[in-house]
T-cell receptor, first 111, second 114 residues
């Protein structure tokens, strides 16, 4: 079966950098996605990596290494509003929308 | 532009009661999904639809039924609710020409089964 592992919680101060790691085991691989979810809110899409390397979108970057079955989300210049849960996800099959999510990493940003 | 809208947002049921959650999207998306989210866990796929009139099972389909009679709507039904179905339910949609697989989620429906 498929599985994803990510840390349950990370705490950091404003302005710091946080890296959230995600390791996965899949029968086939079609890409790694990241979603952000604030308490009581809906998950929102952050990024998607299909190929090895770093994808940068503003303060957030996502990295993938297919040979290591590993990826990470990098949050730079942390702001209080970045306090949220972050989920990595992989497609269950070659259908992108059928995602298997990790359990989520809660990021707590302190002043 | 409302995006993905779910109704109701909150509901309390007694064991054995039935109910339907409605999801509506105004983005003309072909694909729609129902996920559930439990504390300390990621989202798990219940059922999904790749187009009007089609539905398929996801990871955790037992105890749920779905229908997609119109492209913009995706209904999730619980015929006989059980306490194990207490959860937050999220509907999502995706365009068929998406290059990133980005899912657009509704705000969630919090269901409690007593």
């Amino acid at each position: 079966g498929q599985s994803l592992e990510q840390p349950s919680e990370v705490t950091a101060v404003e302005g710091a950098i946080v890296q959230i790691n995600c390791t996965y085991q899949t029968s086939g691989f079609y890409g790694l996605s990241w979603y952000q979810q604030h308490d009581g809110g809906a998950p929102t899409f952050l990024s998607y990596n299909a190929l090895d390397g770093l994808e940068e979108t503003g303060r957030f970057s996502s990295f993938l290494s297919r040979s290591d079955s590993y990826g990470y989300l990098l949050l730079q210049e942390l702001q209080m509003k970045d306090s949220a849960s972050y989920f990595c996800a992989v497609p269950l099959t070659d259908s992108w929308g059928k995602l298997q999510f990790g359990a989520g990493t809660q990021v707590v940003v302190t002043p | 532009n409302a995006g993905v809208t779910q109704t109701p947002k909150f509901r309390v049921l007694k064991t054995g009661q039935s109910m339907t959650l409605l999801c509506a999207q105004d983005m003309n998306h072909e694909y729609m999904y129902w996920y559930r989210q439990d504390p300390g866990m990621g989202l798990r796929l219940i059922h999904y639809s790749v187009g009007e009139g089609t539905t398929a099972k996801g990871e955790v389909p037992d105890g749920y039924n779905v229908s997609r009679l119109k492209k913009q709507n995706f209904l999730l039904g619980l015929e006989s609710a059980a306490p194990s179905q207490t959860s937050v339910y999220f509907c999502a949609s995706m365009g068929e020409n998406s290059n990133t697989g980005e899912l657009f989620f509704g705000e969630g429906s919090r269901l409690t089964v007593l």
